[in-house]
C-alpha cells in the first residue's frame, strides 16, 4: 500500500486543506495517506481555534487515514525545530513513502539543492546567519539573507522572496530533516492556490487562508458561523458548530491572558531568563510592557520589534506560561528526534496502517497514555491541562483529563 505523508496544523481545515489533500494523493499515487499534525498549541505559539480532537476529526472526514500528533516541543518551535520533528515521526513510521507539502514556489528542485548543501551545515552560511541576526533582523529574514549571500544565482527567482514565503521556509527544513535523517521517504511540493499564508482577507469565492477564517470566526462570534461555510467542506463546518454548542470553540490567546499575566507578575526578570529562548533581554521588555498592556494582543504589538516577530514572542509567552525552562528542553534533547509516536485517529484503511507501523516502526506508538511517562509526553499532557484552562469552567475539570481518557477517534470508512 502506497503511503504519502503530510504535515498539518488545520486550524480549521478549509477547502485550499482539501485541495493540497486530494493533490498529493494525486501527484504520488497513493493508496492511503498519513497525517501528522499539531496538538492544542501551533507553530507560532498560539492556541489552536479548536481542539486536537475536532481537528482530527475533521482531517479522517476529508479522507486522511491516519492522524498522528507532534508532539509540543516540535510543534511549537521555529521552522526548523517544526520541520524535524514532523518529519522525524513520519520517518519513524516505517510505513510512509512520500512526503508531501504545499509551498508558494512549487518547485520541488531548487528546495532540494539547496538543502543538499545546506544539510552540511557549511560556515560560510552559518557565519552569514550570525551577520543578520548581529544586525537586528528576524531569525526568518536574517536565514533568507544568508541563502541568497550564499547562492546568488537562485535569488533572482525561487528566493528573492524567500524570508516572506512562511511554506517555502517549511518546505526548504523537511527537506533538510530528510537528509539529516537519511530518509528514504521522497519529497513532493504542490503549489500553494488562492490565499497566502498570513493572508487576512478573503479574495475568492472558495478558497481563503486559515488566518482569514480565524479572523473571521473571531470577528462574528455573535453571529454563527455562516460566514466560514463557503470556505470550509461541510464535516468541518458541522464539527466546529458541535464544538461552538459543546462551549469548547473559539479559544483565541485572550482566553489565557489572565494566567500568563499571574505567570508573568509573580517573576523576576532573573526567573525569566531560565525559559526556554529568552534571552537578549527580552524578559526585561515583557515586564515593562505588561502594566499598560489591555490586553494579549496589546502586549504583543508594545514588545514586538524588527527582530523579535510576532510570532516568536507568542512562542516566549507559551513557554512562560507553561514553565519550559532550558533545563526542561536538555531533559528532552530535542536533537535526537520524538521518543513516541502518538494516534490521534484513523479510519478502516488507517488501522491497516497502524498494525503495519507497530511492527515496522522505530519508537513505541501510543494510543493510551501510562501512569509513567516520557519527560516529552508529560509536556504534552500538560499542554492538554493548560488548553483546558481557556475552556468555560463547566468543563475544565473533565477536559483537563482528556489526555487519559479520550482514546484515538475511529471513523468506520475507508
Not at 526568518?140 to 549571500?149: D, E, L, M, W
Not at 479559544?251 to 494566567?259: D, M, V
Not at 534533547?333 to 507497530?358: D, E
Not at 481557556?390 to 484515538?408: I, V
Request: proline share 5%; net charge neutral; glycine share 6%.
Amino acid at each position: 500500500m502506497k503511503t504519502v505523508g503530510i504535515v498539518v496544523e488545520y486550524n480549521p481545515l478549509h477547502n485550499g486543506h482539501t485541495y493540497h489533500f486530494t493533490e498529493a494523493k494525486k501527484q504520488t499515487a497513493s493508496d492511503a495517506v498519513v497525517a501528522v499534525m499539531s496538538g492544542h498549541f501551533l507553530q507560532r505559539g498560539e492556541p489552536a481555534i479548536v481542539n486536537k480532537w475536532a481537528r482530527a476529526e475533521m482531517a479522517l472526514h476529508m479522507g486522511v487515514d491516519l492522524v498522528l500528533e507532534i508532539p509540543f516541543v516540535y510543534a511549537t518551535q521555529n521552522a526548523e525545530q517544526f520541520a524535524f520533528g514532523s518529519i522525524a515521526t513520519l520517518h519513524a513510521t516505517g510505513i510512509v513513502d512520500e512526503v508531501c507539502f504545499g509551498s508558494e514556489s512549487g518547485d520541488i528542485a531548487w528546495i532540494e539543492k539547496l538543502a543538499a548543501v545546506l544539510a552540511e551545515e557549511p560556515l560560510a552560511f552559518q557565519e552569514a546567519l550570525h551577520k543578520g541576526l548581529a544586525q537586528g533582523w528576524s531569525y526568518p529574514a536574517a536565514y533568507g539573507a544568508a541563502i541568497q549571500a550564499l547562492f546568488p544565482s537562485l535569488a533572482a527567482d525561487a528566493l528573492q522572496d524567500y524570508a516572506a514565503e512562511p511554506n517555502n521556509i517549511l518546505g526548504l527544513n523537511y527537506c533538510l530533516a530528510l537528509h539529516r535523517l537519511q530518509s528514504p521517504m521522497r519529497p513532493v511540493t504542490i503549489k500553494r492556490q488562492k490565499a497566502g499564508y498570513h493572508q487576512e482577507t478573503v479574495t475568492d469565492q472558495h478558497i481563503a487562508s486559515a488566518t482569514a477564517l480565524r479572523k473571521l470566526i473571531v470577528d462574528h462570534a455573535n453571529d454563527g458561523l455562516h460566514t466560514i461555510r463557503p470556505y470550509v467542506p461541510p464535516s468541518t463546518f458541522e464539527i466546529l458548530q458541535a464544538e461552538k454548542t459543546a462551549g469548547r470553540f473559539p479559544l483565541t490567546w485572550e482566553r489565557f491572558y489572565p494566567y500568563l499575566q499571574h505567570q508573568l507578575l509573580t517573576r523576576w526578570p532573573g526567573e525569566l531568563t531560565a525559559i526556554h529562548e529568552m534571552n537578549e533581554g527580552i524578559e526585561h521588555r515583557i515586564l515593562q510592557a505588561l502594566p499598560r498592556s489591555t490586553s494579549f494582543d496589546d502586549l504583543i504589538e508594545t514588545v514586538k520589534t524588527k527582530r523579535y516577530t510576532w510570532a516568536r514572542i507568542q512562542r516566549l509567552l507559551l513557554y512562560s506560561m507553561l514553565n519550559l525552562t532550558r533545563s526542561k528542553m536538555a531533559a528532552i534533547n530535542v536533537k535526537q528526534g520524538p521518543a513516541y509516536i502518538r494516534v490521534l485517529g484513523f479510519n478502516r484503511t488507517g488501522q491497516h496502517l497502524l498494525k503495519r507501523m507497530k511492527k515496522a516502526s522505530s519508537l513505541p506508538v501510543i494510543t493510551r497514555i501510562a501512569k509513567d511517562k516520557h519527560p516529552m509526553l508529560m509536556l504534552d499532557v500538560q499542554a492538554g491541562a493548560l488548553y483546558a484552562l481557556g475552556l468555560p469552567e463547566t468543563l475544565r475539570q473533565n477536559e483537563m483529563q482528556r489526555e487519559y481518557w479520550q482514546p484515538p477517534l475511529h471513523l468506520d470508512h475507508a
